[in-house]
């Protein structure tokens, strides 16, 4: 699933192609792809034609182009969503799920295509902060100008939880998936099942710090690509995969040390670490 970098790619091309651009029509060509706007494909069309997009939000993982002061287009892109600009007359893609028409002089769409449907479109009122309601309790990312680390500190030390499952915590910190907790605890010298109590302040400040670095080495080159699945506005991949120190490792040695890196299973997924320089907790 896409993590914050992937996302921010999208959200940067977007940005600098839909701002100031009104709607002329949007179309359902798949039902589920807008299942989370409760009112149906149809009131979904109809809100959107007319309208004018203002810009390009992020939260984590979630982007929203909000429409006036008061409604934001919602997009998630759960396993294998896209969003992609096509002008002119291109072909439709084979897994096109819903297409929204400019009605400037440049013409051109914006097409979600998504082979799983797992993600989706929706509308949704804006909050007093700006975001879409719906994702009112997802916590600011490490590389907000606001994330306050000390919070984060606290809010681990109170948790009876481990690290990983900590990054992963929307509600604490946003936009870290699998793969880039995974690289940033390799990085920090801390293994995935540390509690997060044993955590000092200096550690948790090194720690964020990797996740820092990581997402934006990532977002230098346009995220994490494994397959065609995740790409950017233009359909192109990107190339962090060829980076990642330990995940999808399995076997190979550790970057640090030369020891194999190992995967183990963990909450219906894997977790990639070198046993020498991430010790499990005692």
């Not at 291109?90 to 400019?102: G, Q, S, Y």
């Not at 990312?141 to 929307?170: G, M, N, S, V």
């Not at 020891?259 to 997924?269: G, K, S």
């Amino acid at each position: 699933m896409p993590e914050l970098p992937e996302v921010e790619v999208v959200r940067r091309g977007l940005e600098r192609w839909v701002g100031g651009r009104t709607v002329v029509s949007a179309d359902v060509l798949h039902p589920r792809a807008v299942r989370r706007h409760l009112a149906g494909p149809v009131d979904f069309a109809d809100r959107l034609r007319g309208v004018s997009v203002s810009g390009v939000r992020r939260r984590g993982k979630y982007l929203w182009l909000p429409l006036g002061s008061e409604l934001a287009l919602l997009a998630h892109l759960g396993m294998s969503g896209q969003l992609l600009v096509k002008t002119g007359r291109a072909p439709d893609e084979k897994h096109l799920r819903v297409r929204i028409t400019f009605a400037d002089a440049g013409g051109g769409e914006l097409r979600f295509v998504d082979q799983r449907t797992f993600g989706g479109l929706s509308l949704h009122p804006l909050g007093a902060d700006g975001l879409p309601d719906v994702i009112g309790h997802i916590a600011r990312d490490p590389l907000d100008p606001e994330f306050d680390e000390d919070a984060f500190h606290l809010a681990l030390r109170r948790r009876r939880t481990t690290i990983k499952r900590a990054l992963l915590d929307q509600s604490l910190i946003s936009g870290v998936g699998n793969i880039y907790a995974d690289e940033s605890l390799w990085r920090a010298g801390l293994h995935f099942d540390r509690p997060t109590a044993s955590l000092t302040r200096p550690r948790t400040a090194a720690l964020v710090g990797h996740v820092r670095d990581v997402m934006r080495a990532a977002l230098a080159v346009g995220g994490t690509s494994f397959d065609s699945l995740y790409v950017n506005v233009n359909g192109e991949s990107g190339y962090f995969d060829r980076s990642l120190d330990v995940y999808g490792r399995e076997g190979e040695p550790c970057r640090r040390c030369g020891t194999p890196v190992r995967r183990t299973p963990w909450m219906n997924r894997s977790s990639y670490h070198c046993p020498r320089c991430q010790r499990p907790p005692r």
